[in-house]
């Protein structure tokens, strides 16, 4: 099932519902709660999280839903990368941000460390910040069964 993010009244009413119907089956369905509160919880959260992408989306002035996104900018503020990879040395894990072909080739580099202490991104006058981006309108969710924690996550536009 698609999880897509629509009007804020949309969900803030969604919500509500679900929010009663979980009260209303707590008074009377003693039998089916647990799985029936898990399903009402999950959906609640996800117009919780829908009615906020949209409020942020509205604060910053973006048609629709938005998300912060973490992002490696230069000395100019201009974007280096916005996607972090996880590469693994003799068994550590670390996490870096990838570049792209042309800033490889300038940079001499495949990638920068992640991290607000990092040498190599003082060296190359790089920092890493957060802005706000548009959210695609189709939510990801996922969950290892039932009864366990539902997440959602949201995509950047593309």
């Known amino acids: 099932m698609p999880y897509i993010i629509k009007t804020p009244e949309h969900h803030a009413t969604e919500r509500a ?13 003693v039998e089916d709660v647990g799985l029936s509160s898990w399903a009402s919880s999950s959906m609640m959260a996800f ?3 829908a009615l906020d992408a949209l409020a942020l989306g509205e604060a910053h002035g ?7 996104q973490r992002v490696l900018v230069d000395a100019a503020g201009e974007v280096v990368s916005d996607y972090v990879e996880t590469a693994h040395f003799n068994g550590v894990e670390k996490r870096q941000w990838r570049l792209s072909r042309d800033q490889r080739a300038a940079l001499g580099r495949y990638a920068i460390p992640t991290g607000e ?7 190359l ?3 890493e910040t957060t802005r706000v981006v548009p959210a ?3 939510v990801e969710a996922g969950c290892a069964g039932v009864g366990c924690p539902v997440f959602f996550t949201l995509l950047p536009a593309r």
């Open 17 to 29: 519902r679900q929010g009663l119907e979980n009260r209303r089956r707590l008074d009377y369905d």
């Open 47 to 49: 117009h919780d999280l």
């Open 136 to 138: 695609s309108r189709y």
């Open 125 to 127: 006058g790089m920092r």
């Open 62 to 68: 973006i048609a629709g839903p938005a998300m912060e």
């Open 117 to 123: 202490t990092s040498r190599i991104q003082r060296a």
